[in-house]
């Protein structure tokens, strides 16, 4: 039993948790929440539930890609299940969501009704076995979406105010560059099952460079919306080594694994620094 409780962790990815708790952490910047019960009850389900209701969903449908990917096996980029662990999956993620679902519902509603509904649709397009959006880009990007529901899911939770559009835009844009991310990192084993992404159709060189265009769109929204000028000097510096990193260092190369657990770890410590500051100073909350 032991190892099967190992198996689900990994296939939630706690490398990748820290993108759920920044999205779930913005909405309550500033704010006293630390001795709300709801507060960290909605922690503990954006970690561990949701992130296996998505991942796990996601590994069930992209089992022979993943089987040939270096990057899967580990607690960073999610577990290398058999045929056997992933087709009992679906029964374990149910279980956990019936277990979390109903009293987030209790406590918020129709409106926490319509959210998880949201999401449940959201991620059946994106992982159908056959036309999945998964495997129709650009439509893969549009659905990291999906991501933004926690900042809401928070906000209801937490009964706080709603965020600006703005900040939402901004949400938004970071999604879809963390996703590209991994796609740049997933463009050899994509290509060698045969599944189509932004990535491997429009290759490395351009799909590195929609990256850096989406970074610089983040930084200057930082700058001219929000005036906020230390936050994007952080992102600046991001900005600074994927430009360093297209034309002068790695460039079309592929990462190893050690690398990409590195660039994994120092997401993290970066995440975390960010998250901090956001929190402390409410630079997003308009």
Known sequence: M?????????????????????????????????????FWLGFAYITFPLNFLVYGWNDMVDQETDAANPRKGNYWFGAKGSATQLKELWKVILVVQLLCMPYFIWIGGPKMLLLFTGLILINGLYNLPKNGLRSRPPLELLCQIGYLLIAPFSIIVNQVEPLPTVTYAYLFLFAIQSHLIGEVMDIEPDRSAGRKTTATIWGMKNTKLLIIGIVATEVSLLLIYFEEYLFAGMLGIGLIWLILDLFFIYKTSRYTLNQMKLFGLLSNLVALVSMAYVWYSGCLLG
């Open 2 to 38: 032991l190892n099967k409780l190992f198996f689900w962790l990994k296939i939630s990815r706690p490398g990748l948790w820290f993108a759920t708790i920044w999205l779930y952490l913005l909405p309550t910047s500033q704010m006293d929440i630390w001795q709300s019960t709801n």
